[in-house]
């Protein structure tokens, strides 16, 4: 085995495992705050990625065309969660999980009807040469996935740590009828959750984008991806979702390239069902309780 | 006599803190035994360890002789032990009468195929399942309600059903969490007849309960607890008079 | 009908002789071969939905992985009678007993898990069966599939005539949903039912859940893989894209969208959803002249409409005709049987 070759499967997983990460992020944050596993997640990468090229077809510079990709996307979590997923809070786990499930296929038929079938791609979002380290080479796309994510992370850092909203967020997240009797409303949190989780996903969809092409369809399994990730790293922090979309991006990256592609989700998919099976609060996750 | 629960050197920890340490006592056949003890003395984890839904970090509860801890929880009804919730599991979407008839099962013998093919035990079994669930809804007052959904009834009533749905197979041994907790005078003093009618019947109890008042009147014995330590066990007007129990109890309530 | 079962569960019979009406009377009408196909195929489904409605409606276990089970059923026929000499009927009771055994070995870990990660690990485990059929290429011919599947044959009755397919398709279908009632209408229904709301006090009762939800998950995987075996024999050929994970998303939706409380729910969540397909591609390709699948605009909206408005789904509505005229049956029944 090549140390270059280690390091070069290495870097192509870190890079594939942050846009995990940043989608796991948005179910962590939703989850915690409403019960909801939400399976549309996916698509709110779709449409970030699907608008965000529209927007420079449309001849927006990409500076200005990203965050408004990002407001449209957080505006349609924010339109979903008032028009649907509050009136629906009362439903079971099962009526749940139809609604989300629905709500993605109908997001999805939606994005086909705006953009077509055909895939679309978005040029790389900074041209600069590759870098070489340890004889393995990381483009400048990886380089700035990687800054993405932890400036994100430092921001979300700051937000759930420093401002009023944040921690009231948190504090829903934690106990949300010690936080409804503290003044806090929980409806509002459910809907800043759902905007906050969109416009991650947002974010991952723009950033996946270069690197494999966008079509309406491609929802679903990114929002699988980041659905395992986050219960690989266990569901109740962000850490442990940052920690699980990484580790699953190493680990799809080294399937691969050491087994064979045709595998490599197998394998994922028979982690996740290994780690459900043995360690039902996830890998990084402090205590179980309500997961099983 | 021998006793028919016993309960010897039951001990939790969680991390650092003993929820409970060393509770030992026994239960005798026919009697009331209550667990009282002030908010956070330990109640709750002892009752959840005699109810085998949590392991004990050491100690053991045996039951006529039997080694109880580390059961299913589903195999302690076939030992014949019962128990209800301090947070009511009842079944909401079903009637009154289904949720009494789930009580009978453990006498059913249907299984799955012989549900599908339609053997005679099918029938034999609803009928058989009705005829008791009628009759303890008859004895708790509920049977005017029996096409009532559960989710539909009142607290008082729920519980009432809860408890009614714990006896209908005739156990031993009745396990409540906190019967009286939520209940008014009236539906309290309901509950404390069930019990006591029960007991006539040949039941045996063990209940935590709050309301100190109620477990004087219908206790035969009272074990107190305090910071996971039982501080104090014997008769009503015992524990009524014990100094302890007074100054960690009784003493908060009476100011 | 003894009293007491009516009392519980209404009428037993009244339901059914609607079906086996309609069942016969289809054929006198529907002429269409390509309507005719879809009878047939909502026949082949309503077994899967049937045992999924028994397994998610009845004791609340999600299950995303039931295109797992149907490829086991289509695949082990499809292999057993295009690869070696066995009888086609044996070839598929052997698949429902494979499918049986495999169900509840993965049962008995998946079914500690609750709701929303129940739903993950069987979506999980239905992407590793996909895989793993696309992979062994050797065996189930890879991404081309397998082909020339034979049609069927019953005493000497040809199967692939299409009518005499529909026949026997829905009188298997009838036989699984007459076994799925019978459960439903028994002691084990009303178990069935407590585990749904209450695990925990279900399991005081005396009652091991556990091995009921797995038993019932085996039970309805089996149902799932006879399906499977007969889709293999009606088309001819079975390929991965049929059982990935959106045919078990599309079956599971079919079960909450007929309704998820009655075993009718999943014969009528079936064909509603199989119609309504059917009716937007043609509009959406016929007149808008839109490529693509657009049909699931409409289908996603059904959905999250039918979820957040008839949460009992479609079938609810029948009950509540039948409520909107008093009966007296009820009120005589309490007397009679109430001593």
Known sequence: MDFAQVVQYLISGLTVGSIYALLAIGFVTIYNTTGILNFAQGEFAMIGAMSCISFIGWGFPMYAAIPSAILVTSFVGLFLERTLIKRARRSTPVHMVVITIGLSILLKGIGMIIWGTYPKSLSPIIHAAPIEIFGAVMTSQSLFIFIVLIMLLILLYLFFDKTYLGSALRASETNPRAANLMGINTQSMSALSFSLAAALGAISGIIIAPMTDATYEMGLMIGLKGFVAMVIGGMNNISGAVMGGLLLGVLEAFSNGFLSSTYSDAISFSVLLLVLFLRPMGLFGKTSGARV | MDPLLEVSGLTKRFGGVTAVDDVSFQVGKGEIVAVIGPNGAGKTTLFNMISCFIPPTSGHVNYKGERLTGKKIYEMAHLGISRTFQNLQIFKNMTVLENAMMGAHIKLKTNVLAAGFRFPVVKRDEEEAYRHAVAALESVGLKHLMDEKAGRLSYGLQKQLEFARAIIYDPEFVLLDEPMAGLNDAETRKMSECIVNYKEKGGSFLFVEHKVATVMEIADRIVVIDFGHKIAEGKPQDIQRDERVIKAYLGEEAI | ?339
């Open chain 3, 1 to 339: 009908m003894s009293k007491l079962e009516a009392k519980l569960y209404g009428p037993r019979w009244k339901p059914f002789i609607g079906f086996i009406a309609l069942i016969l009377a289809l054929p006198f009408f529907v002429h269409a071969p390509h309507i005719f196909t879809i009878l047939i195929l909502i026949g082949i489904y309503s077994i899967t939905t049937v045992g999924l409605n028994l397994l998610a409606g009845y004791a609340g276990q999600v299950s995303l992985g039931h295109a797992a089970f149907f490829a086991i059923g289509a695949y082990v026929s499809g292999m057993a009678t295009t690869k070696s000499a066995i009888s086609p009927w044996a070839a598929l009771l052997l698949a429902m007993a494979i499918t049986f055994a495999v169900a509840w070995l993965i049962g008995i870990p998946i079914l500690k898990l609750k709701g929303h990660f129940l739903a993950l690990a069987t979506l999980g485990f239905n992407i590793i069966v996909y895989i793993l059929i696309s992979g062994l290429t050797d065996y189930t011919g890879g991404a081309l599939g397998l082909n020339n599947i034979p049609a069927l044959s019953l005493f000497g009755l040809d199967l692939s005539d299409p009518l005499h397919f529909y026949y026997v398709i829905w009188a298997l279908a009838a036989l699984v949903i007459l076994f799925s009632t019978n459960i439903v209408r028994s002691p084990i229904g009303r178990l069935l039912r407590s585990i749904h709301d209450s695990e925990i006090a279900t399991e005081t009762l005396g009652v091991n859940a556990a091995k009921y939800k797995v038993y019932i998950f085996a039970l309805s995987a089996s149902f799932a893989s006879l399906s499977g075996s007969m889709y293999a024999h009606f088309i001819h050929f079975i390929a991965p894209p049929t059982v990935n994970t959106s045919f078990s998303i599309l079956l599971l939706i079919m079960v909450m969208v007929g309704g998820s409380h009655s075993i009718w729910g999943a014969p009528l969540g079936t064909a509603i959803i199989m119609f309504l397909q059917e009716v937007i591609r043609n509009v959406s390709h016929s007149y808008l002249k839109i490529s693509g699948p657009v049909e699931i605009v409409v289908y996603g909206f059904v959905i999250v409409l039918v979820m957040m408005f008839l949460p009992q789904g479609t079938i609810s509505l029948f009950s509540r005709l039948d409520a909107a005229f008093p009966r007296i049956r009820n009120k005589t029944l309490k007397q009679e049987t109430g001593g």
